[in-house]
Protein backbone atom coordinates (compact mmCIF):
# COMPACT_ATOMS: atom_id res chain seq x y z
CA UNK A 1 0.00 0.00 0.00
CA UNK A 2 1.25 3.53 -0.99
CA UNK A 3 0.37 6.61 1.11
CA UNK A 4 -0.85 9.80 -0.06
CA UNK A 5 -1.56 13.40 1.10
CA UNK A 6 -2.32 16.28 -0.42
CA UNK A 7 -0.62 19.75 -0.20
CA UNK A 8 -1.22 23.16 -1.18
CA UNK A 9 1.62 25.47 -1.03
CA UNK A 10 1.25 27.79 -4.44
CA UNK A 11 0.94 24.63 -5.98
CA UNK A 12 -1.48 22.36 -5.59
CA UNK A 13 -0.02 18.42 -5.80
CA UNK A 14 -0.94 14.43 -4.73
CA UNK A 15 1.83 13.52 -2.80
CA UNK A 16 2.32 9.68 -2.88
CA UNK A 17 5.69 7.77 -1.12
CA UNK A 18 6.13 3.78 -1.77
CA UNK A 19 8.53 1.54 -0.83
CA UNK A 20 10.64 -0.78 -3.08
CA UNK A 21 11.57 -0.01 -6.65
CA UNK A 22 10.87 3.70 -7.97
CA UNK A 23 8.30 3.14 -11.00
CA UNK A 24 9.34 3.90 -14.38
CA UNK A 25 6.20 6.59 -14.23
CA UNK A 26 2.81 7.12 -12.78
CA UNK A 27 0.25 8.94 -13.41
CA UNK A 28 -3.64 10.08 -13.05
CA UNK A 29 -5.88 9.35 -16.37
CA UNK A 30 -8.90 11.22 -16.29
CA UNK A 31 -11.67 11.75 -19.44
CA UNK A 32 -10.52 15.04 -20.65
CA UNK A 33 -6.87 15.15 -19.02
CA UNK A 34 -3.82 13.31 -17.91
CA UNK A 35 -0.81 14.54 -15.39
CA UNK A 36 1.99 12.63 -14.76
CA UNK A 37 3.84 12.17 -11.63
CA UNK A 38 7.33 13.60 -10.50
CA UNK A 39 9.35 10.65 -9.45
CA UNK A 40 11.88 11.26 -7.01
CA UNK A 41 14.19 8.45 -4.30
CA UNK A 42 14.88 4.82 -5.27
CA UNK A 43 16.04 2.08 -3.47
CA UNK A 44 14.18 1.73 -0.12
CA UNK A 45 11.32 4.35 -0.74
CA UNK A 46 9.77 6.59 -3.38
CA UNK A 47 8.07 9.59 -4.17
CA UNK A 48 5.83 10.89 -6.87
CA UNK A 49 4.07 14.34 -6.83
CA UNK A 50 1.43 14.50 -9.15
CA UNK A 51 0.23 18.43 -9.71
CA UNK A 52 -3.36 18.54 -9.37
CA UNK A 53 -2.90 21.32 -12.21
CA UNK A 54 -2.38 21.04 -16.73
CA UNK A 55 -1.81 23.40 -19.11
CA UNK A 56 -3.43 22.30 -22.53
CA UNK A 57 -3.00 24.94 -25.95
CA UNK A 58 0.41 26.71 -24.76
CA UNK A 59 -2.09 27.72 -22.15
CA UNK A 60 -1.70 28.59 -18.61
CA UNK A 61 -2.08 25.97 -16.11
CA UNK A 62 -4.99 25.44 -14.39
CA UNK A 63 -7.06 23.03 -11.90
CA UNK A 64 -8.01 19.67 -13.63
CA UNK A 65 -11.31 19.64 -14.60
CA UNK A 66 -13.97 17.97 -12.54
CA UNK A 67 -14.47 14.42 -12.50
CA UNK A 68 -12.83 10.84 -11.57
CA UNK A 69 -9.41 9.96 -12.26
CA UNK A 70 -7.56 6.92 -12.47
CA UNK A 71 -3.94 6.48 -10.45
CA UNK A 72 -2.04 4.64 -12.95
CA UNK A 73 1.81 3.01 -12.37
CA UNK A 74 4.06 1.59 -14.74
CA UNK A 75 7.08 -0.79 -13.55
CA UNK A 76 9.09 -0.41 -16.88
CA UNK A 77 9.46 0.70 -19.69
CA UNK A 78 7.12 -1.57 -22.29
CA UNK A 79 5.25 -3.07 -19.24
CA UNK A 80 1.48 -2.81 -18.62
CA UNK A 81 -0.23 -0.16 -16.87
CA UNK A 82 -1.43 -0.62 -13.10
CA UNK A 83 -3.81 0.89 -10.96
CA UNK A 84 -1.46 1.83 -7.89
CA UNK A 85 -3.49 1.42 -4.96
CA UNK A 86 -3.26 3.86 -1.55
CA UNK A 87 -4.41 4.95 1.23
CA UNK A 88 -7.59 6.89 1.13
CA UNK A 89 -8.20 11.05 1.76
CA UNK A 90 -11.10 12.49 3.05
CA UNK A 91 -12.58 15.56 0.85
CA UNK A 92 -10.29 18.17 1.15
CA UNK A 93 -10.82 21.86 -0.07
CA UNK A 94 -7.79 23.05 -1.66
CA UNK A 95 -7.11 26.26 -3.28
CA UNK A 96 -8.36 25.68 -6.56
CA UNK A 97 -10.33 22.20 -6.53
CA UNK A 98 -11.28 19.94 -3.83
CA UNK A 99 -10.52 16.74 -3.88
CA UNK A 100 -11.15 12.94 -2.59
CA UNK A 101 -8.81 10.21 -2.85
CA UNK A 102 -10.34 6.49 -3.32
CA UNK A 103 -7.33 4.19 -2.01
CA UNK A 104 -9.28 1.26 -2.38
CA UNK A 105 -10.31 2.05 -6.20
CA UNK A 106 -7.31 4.19 -7.31
CA UNK A 107 -9.41 7.26 -7.98
CA UNK A 108 -9.45 10.85 -7.89
CA UNK A 109 -12.57 12.38 -7.75
CA UNK A 110 -12.02 16.09 -8.55
CA UNK A 111 -14.67 18.90 -7.84
CA UNK A 112 -14.63 22.77 -8.03
CA UNK A 113 -13.58 24.80 -4.63
CA UNK A 114 -17.23 24.82 -3.37
CA UNK A 115 -17.33 25.01 0.13
CA UNK A 116 -19.39 21.26 0.85
CA UNK A 117 -22.01 22.82 3.12
CA UNK A 118 -23.32 24.67 0.06
CA UNK A 119 -23.73 21.52 -2.09
CA UNK A 120 -27.02 20.63 -0.22
CA UNK A 121 -30.63 21.89 -1.45
CA UNK A 122 -31.00 23.81 2.07
CA UNK A 123 -27.44 25.36 1.65
CA UNK A 124 -28.37 26.54 -2.46
CA UNK A 125 -31.73 27.76 -0.69
CA UNK A 126 -29.88 29.73 1.88
CA UNK A 127 -27.67 31.69 -0.66
CA UNK A 128 -30.59 32.16 -3.00
CA UNK A 129 -32.38 33.96 -0.18
CA UNK A 130 -29.44 36.05 0.88
CA UNK A 131 -28.43 37.55 -2.35
CA UNK A 132 -31.90 37.09 -4.32
CA UNK A 133 -33.51 39.39 -1.48
CA UNK A 134 -30.89 42.03 -0.90
CA UNK A 135 -31.18 45.44 -1.48
CA UNK A 136 -27.53 46.48 -1.81
CA UNK A 137 -26.79 48.81 -4.85
CA UNK A 138 -26.12 46.82 -8.01
CA UNK A 139 -22.69 47.26 -9.74
CA UNK A 140 -21.37 48.30 -12.52
CA UNK A 141 -20.30 45.01 -13.91
CA UNK A 142 -21.64 42.17 -16.30
CA UNK A 143 -21.93 38.64 -15.46
CA UNK A 144 -21.57 36.34 -18.64
CA UNK A 145 -22.18 32.59 -18.55
CA UNK A 146 -21.59 30.47 -21.89
CA UNK A 147 -23.11 27.16 -22.38
CA UNK A 148 -23.79 26.90 -18.47
CA UNK A 149 -20.21 27.75 -17.04
CA UNK A 150 -18.63 24.92 -19.42
CA UNK A 151 -16.41 27.47 -21.28
CA UNK A 152 -15.73 31.22 -21.46
CA UNK A 153 -16.37 31.34 -25.28
CA UNK A 154 -19.33 31.92 -28.06
CA UNK A 155 -21.04 35.28 -28.45
CA UNK A 156 -20.69 36.54 -24.66
CA UNK A 157 -16.90 36.03 -24.89
CA UNK A 158 -16.91 38.06 -27.91
CA UNK A 159 -19.15 41.57 -26.02
CA UNK A 160 -16.34 40.50 -23.20
CA UNK A 161 -13.31 41.35 -25.04
CA UNK A 162 -15.06 44.54 -26.75
CA UNK A 163 -16.81 45.57 -23.63
CA UNK A 164 -13.15 45.70 -22.12
CA UNK A 165 -11.80 47.56 -24.94
CA UNK A 166 -14.06 50.38 -25.31
CA UNK A 167 -15.47 50.73 -21.32
CA UNK A 168 -12.98 48.85 -18.94
CA UNK A 169 -13.86 50.11 -16.25
CA UNK A 170 -16.81 47.75 -16.09
CA UNK A 171 -16.79 44.53 -13.49
CA UNK A 172 -16.39 41.40 -15.73
CA UNK A 173 -17.67 38.27 -13.80
CA UNK A 174 -17.61 34.69 -15.71
CA UNK A 175 -19.50 31.76 -14.57
CA UNK A 176 -17.53 28.54 -14.46
CA UNK A 177 -18.22 24.83 -13.04
CA UNK A 178 -14.90 24.81 -11.96
CA UNK A 179 -11.48 26.71 -12.09
CA UNK A 180 -10.07 24.45 -15.12
CA UNK A 181 -11.85 26.99 -17.20
CA UNK A 182 -9.67 30.12 -18.40
CA UNK A 183 -11.66 33.62 -18.24
CA UNK A 184 -10.71 36.47 -20.50
CA UNK A 185 -7.96 38.43 -18.88
CA UNK A 186 -8.85 40.98 -16.28
CA UNK A 187 -11.94 38.95 -15.81
CA UNK A 188 -13.15 37.88 -12.38
CA UNK A 189 -14.09 34.16 -12.15
CA UNK A 190 -16.92 32.91 -10.27
CA UNK A 191 -17.44 29.24 -9.45
CA UNK A 192 -21.55 28.35 -9.54
CA UNK A 193 -22.87 27.40 -6.67
CA UNK A 194 -20.17 29.50 -4.67
CA UNK A 195 -21.49 32.72 -2.10
CA UNK A 196 -19.19 34.66 -5.05
CA UNK A 197 -20.80 33.31 -7.60
CA UNK A 198 -24.41 34.03 -5.80
CA UNK A 199 -23.31 37.66 -5.14
CA UNK A 200 -21.90 38.55 -8.72
CA UNK A 201 -24.55 37.11 -10.41
CA UNK A 202 -27.55 38.96 -7.93
CA UNK A 203 -25.63 42.86 -8.32
CA UNK A 204 -24.39 43.16 -11.76
CA UNK A 205 -26.03 45.42 -13.74
CA UNK A 206 -26.42 43.45 -17.15
CA UNK A 207 -26.53 39.74 -17.64
CA UNK A 208 -25.01 38.40 -20.56
CA UNK A 209 -25.95 34.49 -21.62
CA UNK A 210 -26.31 32.42 -24.13
CA UNK A 211 -27.98 29.59 -22.73
CA UNK A 212 -31.45 29.63 -19.75
CA UNK A 213 -30.66 31.01 -16.83
CA UNK A 214 -30.16 27.93 -13.74
CA UNK A 215 -30.99 27.68 -10.17
CA UNK A 216 -33.52 30.26 -8.60
CA UNK A 217 -32.91 33.52 -10.83
CA UNK A 218 -35.20 36.54 -10.31
CA UNK A 219 -34.42 40.20 -12.11
CA UNK A 220 -34.05 42.33 -9.23
CA UNK A 221 -34.96 46.29 -10.05
CA UNK A 222 -32.38 47.97 -12.40
CA UNK A 223 -30.73 44.47 -14.09
CA UNK A 224 -31.16 43.67 -17.81
CA UNK A 225 -30.68 40.51 -19.14
CA UNK A 226 -29.07 40.01 -22.82
CA UNK A 227 -29.60 36.00 -24.12
CA UNK A 228 -27.38 36.08 -27.10
CA UNK A 229 -28.31 32.12 -27.69
CA UNK A 230 -26.15 30.48 -29.61
CA UNK A 231 -27.01 29.81 -33.29
CA UNK A 232 -29.09 29.67 -36.00
CA UNK A 233 -31.48 27.09 -35.72
CA UNK A 234 -31.84 23.96 -37.96
CA UNK A 235 -33.81 21.98 -35.20
CA UNK A 236 -36.60 22.78 -33.80
CA UNK A 237 -36.43 24.65 -30.16
CA UNK A 238 -38.48 25.38 -27.20
CA UNK A 239 -42.09 25.25 -28.05
CA UNK A 240 -41.44 24.16 -31.23
CA UNK A 241 -40.00 20.72 -30.19
CA UNK A 242 -42.08 17.42 -31.46
CA UNK A 243 -45.04 17.14 -28.89
CA UNK A 244 -46.87 19.08 -26.36
CA UNK A 245 -45.48 19.27 -22.90
CA UNK A 246 -47.37 21.65 -20.20
CA UNK A 247 -44.94 21.50 -18.29
CA UNK A 248 -42.03 22.54 -20.70
CA UNK A 249 -44.38 25.11 -22.42
CA UNK A 250 -44.56 26.75 -18.98
CA UNK A 251 -40.88 26.42 -18.16
CA UNK A 252 -40.06 28.00 -21.61
CA UNK A 253 -42.15 30.96 -21.03
CA UNK A 254 -41.23 31.63 -17.21
CA UNK A 255 -37.33 31.40 -19.10
CA UNK A 256 -38.10 34.02 -21.23
CA UNK A 257 -40.12 36.29 -19.37
CA UNK A 258 -36.22 36.85 -17.81
CA UNK A 259 -34.50 38.48 -20.50
CA UNK A 260 -34.84 41.59 -21.20
CA UNK A 261 -33.44 41.55 -25.32
CA UNK A 262 -32.38 38.67 -27.43
CA UNK A 263 -29.52 39.20 -29.65
CA UNK A 264 -30.32 36.66 -33.38
CA UNK A 265 -27.86 36.61 -35.76
CA UNK A 266 -30.47 37.27 -39.17
CA UNK A 267 -33.87 38.06 -39.89
CA UNK A 268 -34.58 34.09 -40.19
CA UNK A 269 -33.50 33.52 -36.82
CA UNK A 270 -35.22 36.35 -35.30
CA UNK A 271 -38.34 34.74 -36.48
CA UNK A 272 -38.30 31.21 -35.11
CA UNK A 273 -36.73 32.78 -32.03
CA UNK A 274 -39.61 35.13 -31.33
CA UNK A 275 -42.20 32.39 -31.55
CA UNK A 276 -40.08 29.37 -29.86
CA UNK A 277 -39.97 31.25 -27.03
CA UNK A 278 -42.69 33.49 -26.97
CA UNK A 279 -40.90 36.40 -27.21
CA UNK A 280 -42.93 38.58 -28.82
CA UNK A 281 -43.12 42.12 -27.65
CA UNK A 282 -39.74 42.88 -26.33
CA UNK A 283 -36.19 43.62 -28.62
CA UNK A 284 -34.48 41.52 -30.51
CA UNK A 285 -31.24 43.20 -31.86
CA UNK A 286 -30.26 41.67 -35.39
CA UNK A 287 -26.55 42.10 -35.48
CA UNK A 288 -24.92 38.95 -36.41
CA UNK A 289 -23.01 36.95 -34.17
CA UNK A 290 -19.93 38.72 -32.02
CA UNK A 291 -18.54 35.33 -31.96
CA UNK A 292 -18.25 35.35 -35.89
CA UNK A 293 -16.73 38.64 -35.89
CA UNK A 294 -13.13 36.34 -35.82
CA UNK A 295 -13.87 34.38 -39.10
CA UNK A 296 -13.78 37.73 -41.01
CA UNK A 297 -10.78 39.52 -39.29
CA UNK A 298 -8.81 36.45 -38.14
CA UNK A 299 -6.18 33.89 -38.80
CA UNK A 300 -6.35 30.13 -38.14
CA UNK A 301 -2.83 30.08 -38.17
CA UNK A 302 -1.58 30.41 -34.67
CA UNK A 303 -4.47 27.77 -33.51
CA UNK A 304 -2.89 25.34 -35.92
CA UNK A 305 0.16 26.04 -33.83
CA UNK A 306 -1.23 25.17 -30.68
CA UNK A 307 -2.16 22.20 -31.86
CA UNK A 308 0.61 21.41 -33.35
CA UNK A 309 -0.36 20.95 -37.04
CA UNK A 310 2.31 21.65 -39.65
CA UNK A 311 1.82 24.42 -41.93
CA UNK A 312 0.09 23.31 -44.96
CA UNK A 313 -1.56 20.18 -43.15
CA UNK A 314 -5.03 19.56 -44.65
CA UNK A 315 -7.35 19.74 -41.35
CA UNK A 316 -10.83 18.34 -41.04
CA UNK A 317 -13.19 19.41 -38.01
CA UNK A 318 -15.73 17.09 -37.04
CA UNK A 319 -18.42 18.66 -35.19
CA UNK A 320 -21.77 16.92 -34.67
CA UNK A 321 -24.47 17.97 -32.32
CA UNK A 322 -25.73 16.54 -29.34
CA UNK A 323 -28.87 13.88 -29.03
CA UNK A 324 -31.07 14.26 -26.95
CA UNK A 325 -31.67 10.31 -26.32
CA UNK A 326 -27.64 9.96 -25.08
CA UNK A 327 -24.81 11.51 -23.31
CA UNK A 328 -22.06 11.00 -25.44
CA UNK A 329 -20.80 12.09 -28.95
CA UNK A 330 -21.71 10.11 -31.45
CA UNK A 331 -20.11 7.26 -33.02
CA UNK A 332 -21.05 6.74 -36.20
CA UNK A 333 -17.28 6.69 -37.62
CA UNK A 334 -13.77 6.35 -36.29
CA UNK A 335 -12.30 9.70 -37.05
CA UNK A 336 -8.48 7.97 -36.89
CA UNK A 337 -9.24 6.05 -40.45
CA UNK A 338 -11.39 9.04 -41.60
CA UNK A 339 -7.35 10.41 -40.95
CA UNK A 340 -6.07 7.59 -42.68
CA UNK A 341 -8.39 7.64 -45.76
CA UNK A 342 -8.00 10.90 -46.15
CA UNK A 343 -4.65 12.07 -45.26
CA UNK A 344 -5.89 14.75 -43.02
CA UNK A 345 -5.79 15.83 -39.15
CA UNK A 346 -9.16 15.35 -37.56
CA UNK A 347 -9.96 17.47 -34.88
CA UNK A 348 -13.09 16.25 -33.09
CA UNK A 349 -15.38 18.34 -31.36
CA UNK A 350 -18.16 17.49 -29.18
CA UNK A 351 -20.87 19.48 -28.31
CA UNK A 352 -21.00 21.25 -24.34
CA UNK A 353 -23.61 18.82 -23.48
CA UNK A 354 -21.46 15.67 -24.28
CA UNK A 355 -18.31 17.10 -22.53
CA UNK A 356 -18.91 15.85 -18.81
CA UNK A 357 -19.99 12.91 -19.84
CA UNK A 358 -17.61 12.17 -22.58
CA UNK A 359 -13.55 11.06 -23.04
CA UNK A 360 -11.08 13.02 -25.55
CA UNK A 361 -11.06 10.93 -28.64
CA UNK A 362 -7.93 9.22 -29.46
CA UNK A 363 -6.00 8.18 -32.29
CA UNK A 364 -3.36 8.45 -34.95
CA UNK A 365 -3.43 12.59 -36.76
CA UNK A 366 -7.23 13.13 -34.57
CA UNK A 367 -7.08 15.84 -31.69
CA UNK A 368 -9.95 16.03 -29.74
CA UNK A 369 -10.53 20.10 -29.08
CA UNK A 370 -13.95 19.72 -27.32
CA UNK A 371 -12.42 21.37 -24.40
CA UNK A 372 -10.30 23.90 -26.88
CA UNK A 373 -11.40 27.40 -25.30
CA UNK A 374 -12.89 28.64 -28.40
CA UNK A 375 -14.82 27.45 -31.56
CA UNK A 376 -14.43 30.34 -33.58
CA UNK A 377 -10.61 29.54 -33.73
CA UNK A 378 -11.52 26.14 -34.59
CA UNK A 379 -13.57 27.21 -37.38
CA UNK A 380 -10.72 29.77 -38.69
CA UNK A 381 -8.06 26.45 -38.59
CA UNK A 382 -10.10 24.51 -40.33
CA UNK A 383 -9.79 23.50 -44.32
CA UNK A 384 -13.35 21.91 -44.06
CA UNK A 385 -16.21 21.07 -41.82
CA UNK A 386 -17.76 17.59 -41.39
CA UNK A 387 -21.09 17.78 -39.21
CA UNK A 388 -24.71 17.06 -38.91
CA UNK A 389 -27.16 19.16 -37.81
CA UNK A 390 -25.53 21.43 -35.93
CA UNK A 391 -25.39 25.43 -35.97
CA UNK A 392 -22.10 25.64 -36.52
CA UNK A 393 -23.13 25.22 -40.33
CA UNK A 394 -24.45 28.83 -40.28
CA UNK A 395 -21.16 29.91 -38.54
CA UNK A 396 -18.59 28.32 -41.16
CA UNK A 397 -20.44 29.76 -43.87
CA UNK A 398 -18.98 32.91 -43.07
CA UNK A 399 -15.53 31.31 -43.83
CA UNK A 400 -16.85 30.32 -47.37
CA UNK A 401 -14.83 27.10 -46.92
CA UNK A 402 -16.40 23.66 -47.63
CA UNK A 403 -19.17 21.53 -45.80
CA UNK A 404 -20.21 18.47 -45.55
CA UNK A 405 -23.07 16.61 -43.96
CA UNK A 406 -23.06 12.72 -42.49
CA UNK A 407 -26.54 12.22 -41.05
CA UNK A 408 -26.52 8.37 -40.66
CA UNK A 409 -29.93 9.01 -38.60
CA UNK A 410 -31.25 11.71 -40.60
CA UNK A 411 -34.89 10.09 -40.56
CA UNK A 412 -34.75 9.35 -36.74
CA UNK A 413 -33.29 12.74 -35.54
CA UNK A 414 -36.56 14.42 -38.18
CA UNK A 415 -39.07 12.56 -37.45
CA UNK A 416 -38.41 11.74 -33.62
CA UNK A 417 -36.06 13.75 -31.56
CA UNK A 418 -36.57 17.36 -32.98
CA UNK A 419 -37.38 17.98 -36.33
CA UNK A 420 -36.09 20.58 -38.76
CA UNK A 421 -37.05 24.05 -39.61
CA UNK A 422 -36.45 23.18 -43.28
CA UNK A 423 -35.03 20.54 -45.49
CA UNK A 424 -31.95 20.40 -45.01
CA UNK A 425 -31.43 17.66 -48.18
CA UNK A 426 -32.91 19.84 -50.27
CA UNK A 427 -30.69 23.14 -49.32
CA UNK A 428 -27.41 21.85 -47.48
CA UNK A 429 -24.55 23.94 -49.28
CA UNK A 430 -22.91 20.35 -48.98
CA UNK A 431 -23.10 16.81 -49.77
CA UNK A 432 -25.37 15.13 -47.39
CA UNK A 433 -23.93 11.46 -46.92
CA UNK A 434 -25.35 8.39 -44.81
CA UNK A 435 -22.01 6.25 -44.68
CA UNK A 436 -18.84 6.39 -44.13
CA UNK A 437 -17.80 5.71 -47.85
CA UNK A 438 -19.76 8.28 -49.22
CA UNK A 439 -18.65 11.02 -46.87
CA UNK A 440 -14.75 10.01 -47.95
CA UNK A 441 -15.77 10.00 -51.68
CA UNK A 442 -17.48 13.35 -51.32
CA UNK A 443 -14.20 15.20 -49.33
CA UNK A 444 -11.86 13.52 -52.27
CA UNK A 445 -14.37 14.81 -55.01
CA UNK A 446 -12.76 17.51 -56.58
CA UNK A 447 -15.58 18.98 -58.30
CA UNK A 448 -18.05 18.87 -54.81
CA UNK A 449 -17.10 22.50 -54.06
CA UNK A 450 -18.20 23.41 -57.99
CA UNK A 451 -21.49 21.60 -57.58
CA UNK A 452 -22.46 22.95 -54.47
CA UNK A 453 -21.36 26.70 -55.27
CA UNK A 454 -25.00 28.49 -55.99
CA UNK A 455 -26.55 26.34 -52.75
CA UNK A 456 -23.42 28.26 -50.94
CA UNK A 457 -24.35 30.94 -52.39
CA UNK A 458 -28.05 31.19 -51.97
CA UNK A 459 -27.14 30.09 -47.81
CA UNK A 460 -24.89 32.76 -47.23
CA UNK A 461 -27.38 35.10 -48.92
CA UNK A 462 -30.29 34.03 -46.55
CA UNK A 463 -27.81 33.27 -43.19
CA UNK A 464 -24.67 35.11 -43.14
CA UNK A 465 -25.45 38.85 -44.64
CA UNK A 466 -24.72 40.82 -41.52
CA UNK A 467 -21.48 38.98 -40.29
CA UNK A 468 -18.89 41.21 -41.34
CA UNK A 469 -16.72 41.42 -38.12
CA UNK A 470 -18.44 44.19 -36.24
CA UNK A 471 -21.29 43.02 -34.61
CA UNK A 472 -19.47 42.80 -31.48
CA UNK A 473 -19.00 46.62 -31.63
CA UNK A 474 -22.72 46.87 -32.72
CA UNK A 475 -24.19 45.30 -29.66
CA UNK A 476 -21.36 46.75 -27.10
CA UNK A 477 -22.51 50.37 -28.20
CA UNK A 478 -26.06 49.52 -28.09
CA UNK A 479 -25.65 48.30 -24.72
CA UNK A 480 -24.10 51.59 -23.87
CA UNK A 481 -26.38 53.16 -25.50
CA UNK A 482 -29.19 51.47 -23.30
CA UNK A 483 -27.77 52.72 -20.30
CA UNK A 484 -27.33 48.66 -19.30
CA UNK A 485 -23.45 49.90 -17.56
CA UNK A 486 -21.76 52.94 -18.03
CA UNK A 487 -18.68 53.36 -19.72
CA UNK A 488 -16.82 55.46 -16.88
Known amino acids: MTSARFVSDGTEELVLQGSGPRPDMVWLDGPRARVEAVLTGGGKTWKARLPLAASRWGGQGLPLPSGSYTIRTRT ?27 GAHAT ?15 GQDALARRYVGRDAPLEN ?15 PLAID ?3 ARVAPSVIRYWSVVDLSIAVPEGAIAVVEGSPEWWRARGSARLLVVNDWLRRAYSRRPGQHVLQTWHGTPLKRLALHRPGFDPRR ?29 AFLTRPVWVEGY ?29 APTWRDDRDLIVDFFDPAELARRTGAVVLVRGHSRTLPTGRDAA ?17 LAADALITDYSSMMFDFAVTAKPMYFFVPDLEHYRGELRGFYFDLEAHAPGPVVSTFDELVEAIEDTATQATYAPRYDAWRRKFS ?9 RVVARILDQGFVDRD
Request: glycine content about 8%; some cysteine; overall charge negative.
Open 76 to 102: MPGAAEEELHTDSLPLTVLHGLRATLE
Open 108 to 122: LVIGPPVDPAYDSGA
Open 141 to 155: AVFFESFYGRSASCN
Open 161 to 163: REL
Open 249 to 277: AVAVVREARRWNVLLAANPYSENILRKAY
Open 290 to 318: PRNDILTTGDGATVRAQLGIAAGEPVLLY
Open 363 to 379: GARVIDVTRYPDVSQLL
Open 465 to 473: AREDGRAAE
